[in-house]
């Protein structure tokens, strides 16, 4: 009776075992997704192009966006992500009409920048 409980109890220990390798790597898996999700929304707010024939209102957009972003770098799993996020939220919480109107081509430039190091956090590379 007693070896018959002994191996009832390892497998049981077993099983918890799995089942706690299990939820962690459904956990892992959950990260990965949630961290994709994020990703996708800043690469989608961050692209969207400005209407230049009005800064003021294309500096407002950007703020928007920055706010948005914020948002979605706490959402972030992936530390190196959420770190790309919020450096592109401040890049576009910075941004004046004035730049906008005398600067255009170097936002841009440094936006694009930004989103390429923000896919390259988010793709793990």
Do not use: Y
């Amino acid at each position: 009776m007693r070896f018959t409980t002994t191996v009832l109890a390892g497998g049981l220990l077993l099983t918890l075992t799995g089942c706690g390798v299990a939820a962690e790597t459904a956990g892992q898996v959950g990260n990965a997704a949630s961290t994709a999700a994020v990703c996708a929304q800043a690469v989608q707010i961050a692209t969207k192009t400005p209407d230049l024939s009005d800064p003021k209102a294309a500096a407002d957009r950007a703020h928007a966006a920055a706010d948005e972003l914020t948002g979605l770098a706490s959402k972030a799993a992936n530390t190196t992500a959420g770190e790309a996020i919020d450096k592109l939220a401040t890049t576009l919480r910075e941004t004046t009409a004035d730049e906008l109107v005398k600067t255009p081509a170097a936002w841009a430039q440094e936006k694009a920048d930004q989103v390429a190091a923000l896919t390259k956090a988010c793709s793990g590379s």
